[in-house]
């Protein structure tokens, strides 16, 4: 057997091993692992989407989003996730911001509570003011977007002088709650605030009969001891104690009250006066003494 028959026949038995060896490590050694793999592979198969259908799918959870959005905001309070404690001294500051001198606010941090899904910061507030301005921070509190709750009010009344003139204030003490929640469900993504704005309300802590009565700084007509000396069609002439004369007319500001009615039949006028709470109807004859002279 020559040399080249040698060769060749030691090459094909070469070859015949490599593919024996390597047929048994794929088909035999390696079957399991490329079994898993190709079962991946299907896998990710399935889960490949087209990019037209996955736009669309975006397209459609981005209305849907809206639409709760809209709902959220529709509501008439939302509970935001993980409220800074911070915030509800900028909402403070900024309702007590335009009131004036004669009402502070003092707020103070208590805890942080949760309450069944939801939890709160919990702050303490003391101060006093006009009865109004006390009114306006406690409305802004309950009505405020983000949901807040007034666990404990007390008002007591105050009394203050500013320059011989009295004020009549409010204590209050409070203790408010802002609640937050954990996740994003219960707020929308943007944050309108409602309409906090509220009008004037009768002061309950206001006395109705006071012993104290303004000063007449405005040199207004004084009717106690006033005499009418003449009617005429633009008005009446009326004279004060103090022998001050005065021309005046029906809803004329007078000291302590009004000018109410001009009788021509009966040569009257008639004045209604508030003396500190007291109401007063007080009516005027012309002079006749001074016509007969």
Do not use: C
């Not at 709760?68 to 993980?82: C, G, H, Q, V």
């Not at 009788?263 to 008639?270: A, G, K, L, M, R």
């Amino acid at each position: 057997m020559n040399k080249k028959l040698i060769s060749t026949l030691s090459v094909l038995a070469l070859l015949i091993i490599i593919l024996v060896a390597g047929s048994i490590y794929i088909f035999i050694i390696q079957r399991g692992d490329l079994s898993a793999r190709q079962e991946k592979l299907d896998e990710l198969n399935k889960n490949v989407y087209d990019p037209v259908e996955l736009d669309d799918r975006y397209q459609e959870l981005e209305k849907r989003s809206a639409e709760l959005d809209s709902i959220l905001a529709n509501r008439e309070f939302n509970i935001p996730k993980d409220i800074s404690s911070i915030k509800f001294y900028n909402f403070i500051n900024n309702i007590v911001a335009n009131f004036p001198k004669e009402t502070t606010v003092n707020v103070e941090y208590l805890r942080q509570a949760p309450d069944k899904e939801f939890f709160f910061h919990e702050y303490k507030l003391t101060g006093g003011g006009n009865y109004n301005d006390v009114y306006k921070m406690v409305y802004a509190i309950e009505q405020s977007k983000e949901l807040k709750k007034i666990s404990k009010l007390s008002l007591t009344n105050l009394v203050k002088t500013d320059e011989e003139v009295p004020l009549f204030l409010v204590n209050f003490e409070l203790v408010a709650q802002v609640y937050y929640s954990s996740d994003n469900r219960f707020a929308p993504a943007e944050y309108v605030e409602n309409n906090l704005a509220t009008g004037p309300i009768y002061d309950a802590f206001y006395p109705l009969i006071r012993n104290e009565i303004p000063p007449n700084v405005d040199n207004l007509l004084d009717v106690q001891g006033a005499r009418l000396l003449a009617l005429i069609p633009e008005g009446a002439f009326v004279a004060d104690n103090s022998g001050n004369t005065y021309l005046v007319w029906e809803g004329e500001q007078v000291y302590l009250g009004y000018l109410t009615k001009i009788d021509y039949d009966n040569n009257t006028v008639s004045f209604i006066l508030n003396k500190g709470g007291i109401i007063e109807q007080v009516t005027l004859e012309l002079d006749r003494n001074l016509n007969k002279k």
